[in-house]
């Protein structure tokens, strides 16, 4: 594949949102960036739902006795999924810019069954 083609392929995961409609609206027929257009949603949507996931847990197990602490100590593992997150991140945009059609470590099969129904090729 030539670099024009695998340039908004790495603009999904470097420009996020604006990455995304770039794709969308200009390289529609581009494979590869709407490949990693999708794994580059399922992160961010990884990364929302992790810190939105945790707050209502650690809200949930505010209300029982030393619960709060069990709530701050749990947020040890939210850092643990963003690292996940970030170096899964930086997996895609190096997939991306060797126009590889592989998905991230982890998050990407999801990302993938997912974003099944969503076919813009």
Do not use: C, E
Not at 42 to 48: D, F
């Amino acid at each position: 594949m030539h670099k024009p083609a695998r340039l908004p392929a790495f603009l999904a995961y470097l420009l996020l949102i604006f990455g995304w409609l770039y794709v969308f609206l200009w390289h529609r027929d581009n494979r590869l960036a709407v490949y990693h257009v999708k794994q580059s949603i399922a992160l961010v949507v990884a990364a929302v739902g992790t810190i939105i996931g945790w707050a209502v847990i650690a809200w949930l197990i505010s209300w029982i006795p030393f619960g709060a602490i069990l709530g701050a100590a749990s947020f040890s593992l939210v850092i643990a999924v963003y690292v996940l997150i970030v170096i899964d991140w930086i997996i895609g945009m190096v997939y991306a810019w060797q126009a590889k059609t592989k998905p991230v470590p982890v998050l990407g099969r999801l990302a993938l069954r997912i974003t099944r129904p969503f076919r813009y090729h």
